[in-house]
């Protein structure tokens, strides 16, 4: 069975950069696309990017000045950095899987919420 | 961006009912819409991919319709477990949007 499991800092000051990190277990990672979404507090879901499993990426062009995701295939695991965060970036931070042949997000993490405050 | 917008925001339904709700892309997007399901506190879960396809474990009383830029996501009788909040999301072009939610409450 498929699990992915999103771990990092919960709490980020204000100009830095929050960094999070995707674990996949029961599946390869370089099969699949996969991706980061965020749910500030009460608000409706906003996707963040992707990487491809040959490695290239998609960014939402509002984030993408700040956003690098990136892959580590011997550890499983896939990562997000988001710089100069501010409080906007207040958030639960999901992160998901697509497979190749499907545009469709088919298996998420349980979500780490991740507050940017002093 | 695609802007997806659904309706109705929030909905009253008690358990039997016929439940629908729409979801409208402000360009055309094919069939590249899929349906989520949201409990609180937990992550999306796919019902719906290209736009009527039941996703694998999902319950037969969801379905989905549409195609272009107006799509709809039925369940034919509300069962409790189905009290959530659902999002519509095209995946047709980057960058993916979602609709705003609908939040399907007890009447």
């Known amino acids: 069975q498929v699990h992915l499991q999103e771990s990092g800092p919960g709490l980020v000051k204000p100009s830095e950069t929050l960094s999070l990190t995707c674990t996949v277990s029961g599946g390869s990672i370089s099969s699949y696309y996969w991706s980061w979404i965020r749910q500030p507090p009460g608000k409706g879901l906003e996707w963040i990017g992707y990487i491809s499993n040959t490695g290239s990426t998609n960014y939402n062009p509002s984030l993408k000045s700040r956003v690098t995701i990136s892959v580590d295939t011997p550890k499983n695991q896939f990562s997000l950095k988001l710089s100069s965060v501010t409080a906007a970036d207040t958030a639960v931070y999901y992160c998901a899987r697509r497979p190749l042949e499907q545009l469709v997000l088919d298996y998420w993490g349980q979500g780490t919420l991740v507050t940017v405050s002093s | 961006d695609i802007q997806m917008t659904q309706s109705p925001s929030t909905l009253s339904a008690s358990v039997g009912d016929r439940v629908t709700i729409t979801c409208r892309a402000s360009q055309n997007i094919g069939s590249f819409l899929n349906w989520f399901q949201q409990k609180p506190g937990k992550a999306p879960k796919v019902l719906i991919y290209a736009a009527s396809s039941l996703q694998s474990g999902v319950p037969s009383r969801f379905s989905g319709s549409g195609s272009g830029t107006d799509f709809t996501l039925a369940i034919s009788s509300l069962q409790p477990e189905d009290f959530a909040t659902y999002f519509c999301?095209?995946?047709?072009?980057?960058?993916?949007?979602f609709g705003q939610g609908t939040k399907v409450e007890v009447k």
């Open positions: 999301q095209q995946t047709d072009k980057t960058p993916w949007t």
